[in-house]
Nanobody, 111 residues
């Protein structure tokens, strides 16, 4: 079964860093844009960052300068480096590509 698997979430303090990773079990990423979304209870899932197959990146205004998305096509993996974390970054983070979603990983940031 083709799927995306995320890991790396956890509980951090404001100002700390965390790296999320997403692996593709079935060549989903090949030639595709990969994106990270996040969702808090009661709100819609929102785009955090995305990276095209050529490496072009896009970020939500709220994370620009703090988060960095990267891809390792040799390992079918995409990373989201999150620096200078803020409590408002608390959410479940999802990886998505070609309409396929991962299961999500929880990130909690305390002040």
């Amino acid at each position: 079964q083709v799927r995306l698997v995320e890991w790396g979430g956890g509980s951090m303090r404001a100002g700390e860093s965390l790296r999320l990773s997403c692996a593709d079990s079935g060549q989903i990423f090949s030639g595709k844009t990969v994106a990270w979304y996040r969702q808090v209870p009661g709100e819609q899932r929102g785009l955090v960052a995305q990276i095209s197959s050529s490496g072009t990146t896009t970020y939500a205004d709220s994370v620009k300068g703090r988060f960095t998305i990267s891809r390792d096509d040799a390992r079918n993996t995409v990373h989201l480096q999150m620096d200078s974390l803020k409590p408002e970054d608390t959410a479940v983070y999802y990886c998505m590509s070609a309409g396929i979603w991962g299961q999500g990983t929880q990130v909690t940031v305390s002040s």
